[in-house]
């Protein structure tokens, strides 16, 4: 069966974030979403949308973002309809709030909610579904919880190393070893991973809980120049200043 | 029947260079092969390389770069048996020399080679084979002679605006709409495209060739500050001093 998935990868490069954008070819509408989108490259990812002939219906979040300000506030200024959505355990404004198990459709194509937190507490992962439909292999959308040969801090906003532990291998690792990893950062240019990969040569993850534990207790990080203003526009879908309009 | 391909795309952030890993996975060996390595990233290639459990024998470049020093001499050194590729228009060092219409195996899949002079005199376009044991949709690793929604520039080593548009238009516009574009850069973030969009939206080679001509004609860009740089360099395989190594 043909994959009827359209998918981009996009990056911007400030805060080396991925953007995700899928959309169904085979509906009518060509329904789509996007993941992570970032408020400084919103007009790129548009212009690409309305290239491709799409529909876009959600801008979605796996977390609130730290290192830069989120595009879904901006977007739903932009093109009526959308509908912003964020985990609900993220307690930050949204149209849509998922839970895990959720189900989030553009067309025949849906993602599954996952709650991955320990690098944020509402830190979700968005897996493509499961099925002859569906893409093949799987995708997982992992945020921060997972990154290629990395993870996010837990130090910050709610996070926790023995929460990231559990989430990343009771959620993650338990996947098909081929569904494909795609993370909302990479600083060292690699675009995908897979699970198998991760689960063998991430050099963080792959170790045993205490080890991890105790990496990520010595980070010794620097403060994130973005949080102070990212992490309140995020909360409002970012865009402080016009609340209202969310 | 299943795709056989092992792919990556790796990005390099300086120069917003894209090299390329594709393997045969259901070949015993998973002989593999880079297109455009860059020198700075040869160790996060070779690393990756490995962690696949691949067998690299080619290291290919799409044309003589003047962005950057090409990683392929660089490679060679590291991993005895591997093979330089380049056309054999560029009048570079390496290898092994192609020309158009040859085929670069790599187990059972193979990369077609075009000419696509314009931006250098000895570009080329690699496409994945034609057939049903081929990825499908098929994948056109174009270098610089056509960018996402642009293209390399034409005004050094030996450029032709007139060449450039012939090339795109009789080379890469002829190739199904489906089949993915894979430029050597991208300055805005996007990873890849398609023939079709391309043929639709690329703002200077949908144009007529007059038109297209004026563009470039007109871009006023500065003096690539790599070019005395990289160029005498990649001309040997990006190792100067080590001649007698290629």
Known sequence: ????????????????????????????????????????????????????????????????????????????????????IIS????????????????IYIGDIYLEVRATPGHTLGCLTYVTGDGVNQPQPRMAFTGDALLIRGCGRTDFQGGSSDKLYDSVHSQIFTLPKDTLVYPAHDYKGFTVSTVGEEMLYNPRLSKDKETFKNIMQNLNLSYPKMIDIAVPSNMVCGLQETKSDL
Not at 14 to 39: Q, R, W
Not at 89 to 103: I, M, Q, R, T, W
């Open 1 to 84: 069966m043909p994959c009827k998935l359209i998918f981009r990868q996009l990056f911007e490069k400030e805060s080396s974030t991925y953007t995700y954008l899928l959309a169904d070819s085979l509906h009518p509408d060509k329904p789509a979403l996007l993941i992570d989108p970032v408020d400084r490259t919103v007009d790129r990812d548009l212009a690409l949308v309305k290239e491709l002939g799409l529909k876009l219906i959600y801008a979605i979040n796996t977390h609130v973002h730290a290192d830069h300000v989120t595009g879904s506030g901006l977007i739903k200024t932009k093109v009526p309809g959308v509908k912003s």
């Open 88 to 103: 609900k355990a993220s307690n930050a404004k949204a149209d849509l709030f998922v839970e895990p198990g959720d189900k």
